[in-house]
């Protein structure tokens, strides 16, 4: 059974950084990306990236280009996304995502991770 | 275009039929997965591809695809299926993924 778990929520000062982990468990870690995904309170859903685990190789959204790094550990089977220079409006649930379909259908996701950016 | 453009607000009288859409050029090339995601939820995935259900979702649910439209189709709403609903797919490079707006669904 696969699982998803992520660190837990953090608070951040604005022009802070915050790295968010993914550990994933019931299949193999570097068979599939990572994605990650947002959603700020009341609003949709914000696709950031993906990472390949086996290559390390990213791609990233526009928006977050220059501030989004997302890296693995394959020893230990764990994505990371870590944003800098927050500001308040980074505000939101963050998750991560294996990549399933097309590689854009997400049939498995972590809990979230709240991130709360404030002063 | 980036962009995958749903409909707000829906609703539909319990037991009837509602059909959701998104639109957006990617739909050309690609197919539109959807997502069910209820308050303080991770979103589930109800539709993919041209017409999959994962396990466990109700056959109620299904999807289709003309165009530069997707559709999502619930037939004989319950209850249960008042939500929010999201599609999305690769964008018109194929090389980032996005999402629609969300369409919320009220359940009479």
């Known amino acids: 059974q696969v699982h998803l778990v992520q660190s837990g929520a953090e608070v951040k000062k604005p022009g802070a950084s915050v790295k968010v982990s993914c550990k994933p468990s019931?299949?193999?870690?570097?068979?599939?990306?990572m994605h990650w995904v947002r959603q700020a309170p009341g609003q949709g859903l914000e696709w950031m990236g993906r990472?390949?685990?086996?290559?390390?190789?990213?791609n990233y959204a526009q928006k977050f280009q220059g501030r989004v790094t997302m890296t693995r550990d394959t020893s230990i089977s764990t994505a990371y996304m870590e944003l800098s220079r927050l500001k308040s409006d980074d505000t939101a649930v963050y998750y991560c995502?294996?990549?399933?379909?097309?590689?854009?259908?997400?049939?498995?996701w972590g809990q979230g991770t709240l991130v709360t950016v404030s002063s | 275009s980036s962009e995958l453009t749903q409909d707000p607000v829906v609703s539909v009288a319990l037991g009837q039929t509602v059909r959701i859409t998104c639109q957006g050029d990617?739909?050309?090339?690609?197919?539109g997965s959807w997502y069910q995601q209820k308050p303080g939820q991770a979103p589930v995935v109800v539709i993919y591809?041209?017409?999959n259900r994962p396990s466990g979702i109700p056959d109620r649910f299904s999807g289709s695809s003309s165009g530069n439209t997707a559709s999502l189709t619930i037939t004989g709403a319950q209850a249960e299926d008042e939500a929010d609903y999201y599609c999305?797919?690769?964008?018109?490079?194929?090389?980032?993924?996005?999402f629609g707006g969300g369409t919320k669904v009220t359940v009479l």
């Open positions: 990472i390949n685990p086996s290559s390390g190789g990213t």
């Open positions: 990617s739909l050309r090339n690609y197919y």
């Open positions: 019931g299949y193999t870690f570097t068979g599939y990306y």
């Open positions: 995502a294996r990549g399933g379909y097309g590689d854009y259908t997400f049939e498995y």
């Open positions: 999305n797919s690769r964008d018109t490079s194929g090389n980032h993924v996005v």
């Open positions: 591809g041209k017409n």
